[in-house]
């Protein structure tokens, strides 16, 4: 098992995502088509659940894509059966403390580093793929390795300990949430404030000490660029029902003049 994106990551190039957050396993197909280097199925705000989210990881992986998902919380099961169906990272919604992301890490890294639950699912065909053949010790590295943990910075209580949390052994990245950062903060979409700007800069080179990858959600690819100059290198930027509108206005604008 291999993690395309995160190949690109550890080699410090730039890459693009976006959130698939409607449609079905040909949508996800067309997304693993595209030139997007992951996608994120959204279930936090997405309608997906577990059995969908199989079948649209399965039509990626035809195209090699990079899939990630968003879980809709961070309990056990949430994190625990979207691994087991192949996801290649997760990104973990609203976490307000340390001890939250010490659970997140025990759900979803095998021992050593945690307590993740031994199965062979679809993510390792059924124990059929190279790297469920290595043995479990084997097994537990790859997956370890390969399957990335991402904690979301979007509230008061993750940025204040975000320092803490960027070092912890096996969280794999930050996330940041801008929204919900900035509601969270009382300057609810004023992301030009000095604070907010201050918040952004404080996640960043926290994760830089711990060399730990830094993603934040960017509406548009104008604001994609802008935080690229910033020195965020993994913008994820809008969604799939976004992208869907946008074309389809513009097709009728171009054909209605």
């Known amino acids: 098992m291999k993690n395309l994106w995160r190949e690109k990551v550890v080699k410090g190039e730039r890459t693009v995502g976006f959130f698939l957050s ?3 396993a040909s949508t996800a197909e067309l997304a ?3 030139q997007m280097d992951y996608i994120i199925i959204d279930t936090e705000h997405g309608p997906f659940d577990v059995e969908t989210v199989a079948t649209m990881v399965r039509s990626m992986e035809l195209h090699h894509s990079t899939t990630l998902v968003r879980v809709k919380d961070s309990n056990r099961n949430s994190i625990l059966k979207m691994l087991d169906v192949g996801a290649k990272g997760l990104i973990i919604p609203q976490v307000h403390t340390v ?3 010490r659970e997140i890490v025990s759900y979803g890294k095998y021992y050593p580093l945690g307590d993740r639950g031994f199965a062979h699912g679809r993510g390792s065909w059924y124990g059929q793929a190279d790297h469920a053949k290595l043995g479990m010790t084997g097994y537990m590295e790859v997956c370890n390795r390969e399957c990335l943990l991402i904690p ?3 509230t008061l209580g993750a940025l204040e300990h975000i320092e ?5 052994e096996g969280v794999d990245g930050i996330f940041i949430g801008p929204f919900d950062l900035s509601i969270a903060m009382g300057i609810p979409g004023q992301f030009d404030q000095p604070a907010f700007r201050e918040a952004l800069a404080r996640i960043r080179n926290a994760c830089q000490k711990a060399g730990k990858f830094c993603m934040i959600y960017c509406p548009s690819v104008e604001a994609a660029q802008a935080r690229v100059k910033e020195g965020f290198l993994h913008p994820t930027v809008s969604t799939s029902y976004g992208y869907f ?4 206005n513009q097709a009728a604008a171009e054909v209605l003049g």
């Open 152 to 154: 979301q910075c979007e």
């Open 164 to 168: 803490e949390i960027a070092a912890m």
């Open 99 to 101: 001890e939250q992301v």
């Open 245 to 248: 509108l946008n074309a389809l």
């Open 32 to 34: 693993g088509l595209s």
């Open 22 to 24: 409607n449609g079905d």
